[in-house]
């Protein structure tokens, strides 16, 4: 019996907004330099260039630590995860009512959950032995492929990165305790901080209303090792392990 998924991943819009699509960008060009503690000059510019200079700043990192909850389509997902530019993640979601652990890995997927994991994954007729192992597979497969859009911040936010409703400039705050531009999108209710010093990095993603919650977004280029798990069961080959 082939291996299932029945995991329904939401939408992104609905997940956090098109100025996530900002905070999680990809990480693939070069971004801009500058002191941590010189004013970077964002805050004297238009809410649309401020969006633009973090975006190209999020592409340009090596690696980001993702964390926070907010609620999509009605149901909460949280997060904690590590992003690594043209390698992979690893940490831990909470979707759905699911509790899962994850490691990409140069685009092998490695994914860990309880007993209903497994039963959502896999289906009820799961073996009990392969409840809370590690599950391993192209992060196409289609027992995995939901997970695998949660790893890669590429595939996550395609579709949807620069798509967003008219900007408003909403002030300068203190995130992280590092002066921030605050761009706001009225529309999906949701407010972007950019650093208005050093590198202009995404800090904080908040969104307000019926998909309250917020998403922080820290050590910018900080070392991250991924590590592939010791002990792995293949999802290819599971028809012929039952």
Request: glycine share 12%.
């Amino acid at each position: 019996m082939a291996a299932r998924c029945a995991v329904r991943m939401p939408s992104m819009r609905a997940l956090a907004g098109s100025l996530a699509a900002v905070a999680l960008a990809t990480l693939a060009l070069a971004g801009c330099g500058g002191s941590a503690d010189s004013p970077n000059g964002i805050a004297a510019m238009s809410p649309q260039e401020i969006v633009a200079r973090a975006t190209r700043a999020a592409r340009g990192a090596a690696t980001v630590h993702v964390a926070g909850s907010i609620v999509s389509a009605h149901r909460p997902i949280s997060l904690n995860m590590e992003l690594v530019s043209q390698k992979g993640a690893e940490g831990a979601v909470r979707l759905g009512g699911l509790d899962v652990r994850l490691v990409e890995l140069e685009g092998t997927l490695f994914v860990k959950g309880d007993a209903a994991f497994a039963e959502r994954v896999l289906g009820a007729s799961a073996p009990a032995r392969l409840r809370g192992e590690w599950l391993q597979g192209p992060a196409g497969s289609p027992a995995l492929a939901p997970f695998s859009r949660l790893g890669d911040a590429r595939r996550l936010l395609a579709g949807v990165l620069g798509e967003h409703g008219q900007l408003v400039d909403a002030g300068v705050h203190t995130v992280q305790g590092r002066s921030a531009v605050a761009v706001e999108d009225p529309a999906a209710a949701g407010t972007l901080y950019v650093a208005s010093t050093g590198v202009p990095y995404p800090l904080e993603l908040v969104k307000r209303g019926a998909d309250a919650g917020t998403v922080v977004f820290d050590r910018w280029n900080r070392p991250v090792t991924l590590t592939a798990p010791g002990h792995t069961i293949l999802v290819g080959r599971l028809a012929g392990r039952r």
